[in-house]
């Protein structure tokens, strides 16, 4: 809503987001005030109060009683401040002068509360601020002071509205409505065309009118200047001195610190300050019916809501990474490493993992393979304790589907003029069953072979490929073993290697009551292969076994062995490897976070007049650290997401060359959310720096 005056002045609606009265006017307007006799617009409601309190002329905003202010300088002690009293009232415009080390810019910042006296008692707004935690103090700067440096003190990465709408970040403002009122102050500063501009785009003068503006954005009743005209030309000057008069006129305390006599000349009360102490006070000026701004309602606590730092936290932490985006390449580099190592590594060991599993299990999970001696024995096959009646006395317990005598060794096989050493295995007429291992050529012996001692044998492929290579059929044929003809009556089906790593076609299979009789020269066996009808109750059968064998032998001169064990202790093994893997490319992701907290430590070097400006405008500790914690998140959040997609093309790659790999989403989440933990950990240390940071020591650093 507009209100037009006379005169051709005009007021914003407050409810808008612009509180300020047009440049050139005496007065500020909003909704449900009324115009008093000042010619001032006050709040109905507030109407007596104010009336009561104008008479009130003398009250005391700012009230500093013998402040002290010593620094240590070797084995000197620097009196900044020696003993000032000073008392600043309500709507007063004070001038502070002094030469160079006289210590007025140490009394302004204690003034500011951007520093604290050695001694003595500052109270603001009634209000003792050596009482006041350092959150207290920057909600205090934020509610009471404008800051005006004479170097400005923007943000260079930030344009001119996102300067000003630094301190109604931290008051919580919501976005929308700190945007109208920053577009509001820089319209009325003539900076309305210069929103969207750098500090680099603008002049001296547009830059110490942006100043201005961020400290008029959150309606502080004190302005303090600290020569806001020393880096300006004269006119630039005479135009924020004249800016700040108008200030003054609106109703507000304004603070100018200045070396400059023709400067100071602008206030009504000019304080001379020199060494440390003042020398000369004009004193209180008073004016009737002087505009006064309540200051009877400010609040110190915090109006920022957590959500509101977030983002704010997150939109300086992308200003941060697209500024210094080779430095942003370094450092994403190391955890993009660290994650695509995560992400390949664990991939590879799955697929390895998976890999042994399906050779383990295509022997099948219900076998159990039961082996002479006591467990631990090596040469178990060499040892008198497994007989094929046993191998049939088991076959008769309940749940038993098969029990496979075997015998096996190494042999030389003939074929014509081929010789070729192989494995030679007696078993039962069961096997392919048992085993689940069909014949791919001819059949395989049965229980007549077996009664009758057969002379015949089963190849595996790798046999039948070495003594046929041209493709010859092997069925039909006869082969030597130990000089004993042999019919070949069936090739196997190709297998591949075994879990140990060994050519499980690389065999050649033959009735057990055969080989005993005609190859081995022996009555035992080296194994019994067990297949139970229900893997659920192979523990309970196991047991059955070893009693009934127990019985049998009178000792436990065996051991026995279930499928699922193997495989227990396979997956432990493939685990144990996955987790070394897995081991290295943490260590990958470990230097990758190192690396991203030296790079945010070298951050807050740089940007420490950043965080100065930021804790003079009123954020908090948990601002700073919420900032450059979310900016180290950012930063391994973003390598964590480049990180997978690089796993994820390095991983199929090594599929492609033949390595087993199998991808899943739990290492993929995994990695990312180590990335973001370690920019969260890896980023507190700096961020806890930044946020333990003096403001006044961040605010003069260069």
């Not at 100043?211 to 959150?218: D, E, G, K, Y």
């Amino acid at each position: 809503m507009r209100l037009d005056l006379t005169g051709g002045r005009s007021y914003e609606d407050r409810d808008s987001g612009i509180f300020l009265a047009h440049r050139g006017t005496y007065a500020i307007f909003q909704r449900g005030y009324e115009k008093c006799d000042s010619g001032m617009f006050l709040p109905v409601a507030a109407r007596a109060q104010f009336s009561n309190r104008a008479a009130a002329m003398n009250d005391v905003i700012l009230d500093l009683t013998a402040i002290e202010k010593h620094y240590q300088n070797g084995d000197t002690i620097v009196r900044a401040l020696d003993g000032v009293s000073l008392k600043i009232h309500s709507g007063e415009f004070v001038a502070i002068m002094g030469q160079s080390g006289s210590g007025k810019s140490t009394l302004m910042n204690i003034i500011g509360c951007l520093d604290r006296p050695t001694s003595g008692s500052y109270r603001v707004l009634g209000k003792e601020a050596a009482n006041l935690s350092p959150d207290e103090l920057a909600a205090l700067r934020r509610e009471t002071f404008g800051f005006v440096f004479q170097r400005y003190n923007l943000l260079a990465t930030a344009t001119a509205g996102e300067n000003v709408e630094i301190p109604s970040v931290y008051a919580g403002l919501p976005k929308q409505k700190r945007s109208i009122r920053a577009r509001g102050l820089l319209q009325r500063l003539g900076l309305g065309d210069r929103t969207d501009h750098r500090p680099a785009e603008l002049s001296g003068g547009q830059q110490q009118r942006v100043a201005i503006a961020r400290a008029l954005v959150n309606d502080p009743p004190v302005i303090l200047a600290d020569e806001p005209t020393g880096a300006l030309d004269s006119r630039s000057g005479d135009e924020v001195l004249s800016l700040l008069k108008e200030l003054h006129v609106e109703g507000r305390t304004i603070i100018l610190i200045t070396h400059a006599e023709n400067v100071a000349q602008h206030a009504s009360r000019i304080v001379r300050i020199q060494d440390g102490g003042i020398l000369d006070d004009s004193g209180v000026v008073t004016r009737e019916n002087r505009p006064l701004v309540d200051i009877a309602d400010l609040s110190l606590k915090s109006a920022v809501t957590l959500a509101a730092s977030m983002q704010e936290a997150l939109v300086t932490a992308w200003r941060s990474l697209r500024v210094n985006i080779f430095r942003t390449v370094l450092t994403l580099l190391g955890i993009i490493i660290g994650v695509a190592a995560v992400v390949a590594m664990l991939a590879v060991g799955e697929g390895s993992r998976q890999k042994v599993l399906d050779r383990i299990s295509s022997f099948g999970t219900n076998l159990m393979l039961i082996r002479p001696g006591a467990a631990g024995i090596r040469n178990a096959g060499d040892i008198v304790t497994l007989i094929p009646e046993d191998a049939a006395a088991i076959k008769a317990l309940p749940n038993i589907e098969t029990a496979l005598p075997e015998r096996s060794g190494r042999m030389t096989v003939r074929f014509g003029n081929r010789d070729y050493q192989t494995s030679v295995q007696g078993t039962g007429a069961d096997f392919p069953q048992a085993r689940d291992w069909k014949v791919a050529e001819g059949q395989f012996f049965n229980a007549d072979d077996m009664k009758q001692y057969a002379p015949v044998v089963v190849l595996g492929r790798t046999v039948a490929k070495t003594l046929f290579p041209d493709g010859g059929e092997a069925v039909g044929n006869y082969v030597l073993l130990k000089n004993v003809p042999f019919l070949v009556i069936g090739v196997m089906t190709e297998k591949g290697a075994s879990p140990n790593g060994s050519d499980q076609d690389d065999v050649i299979f033959t009735p057990i009551n055969t080989g005993l009789v005609r190859l081995f020269g022996k009555s035992y066996l080296s194994s019994i292969t067990i297949k139970v009808s229900d893997a659920a109750d192979i523990a309970a059968t196991q047991e059955r076994v070893e009693n009934l064998l127990r019985e049998r032998h009178r000792t436990e001169d065996f051991s026995v062995r279930n499928m699922a064990s193997y495989l227990q202790a396979a997956i432990e093994t493939q685990d144990t490897f996955t987790l070394l893997l897995g081991t290295v490319a943490a260590i990958s992701l470990l230097v990758g976070g190192i690396g991203v907290m030296n790079i945010m430590l070298v951050s807050v070097v740089e940007r420490t007049r950043e965080i100065g400006i930021r804790m003079a405008t009123g954020a908090r500790m948990r601002d700073i650290l919420l900032q450059f914690n979310i900016e180290a998140a950012v930063v391994c959040a973003a390598g964590g997401l480049l990180g997978i997609l690089v796993g994820v093309a390095a991983g199929m790659i090594l599929r492609y060359s033949g390595m087993s790999v199998i991808f899943s989403l739990t290492p993929a989440l995994l990695a990312f959310a180590c990335a973001s933990a370690t920019g969260l950990i890896f980023g507190y240390l700096p961020a806890r720096k930044a946020a333990r940071l003096d403001p006044v020591v961040a605010l003069a650093s260069e």
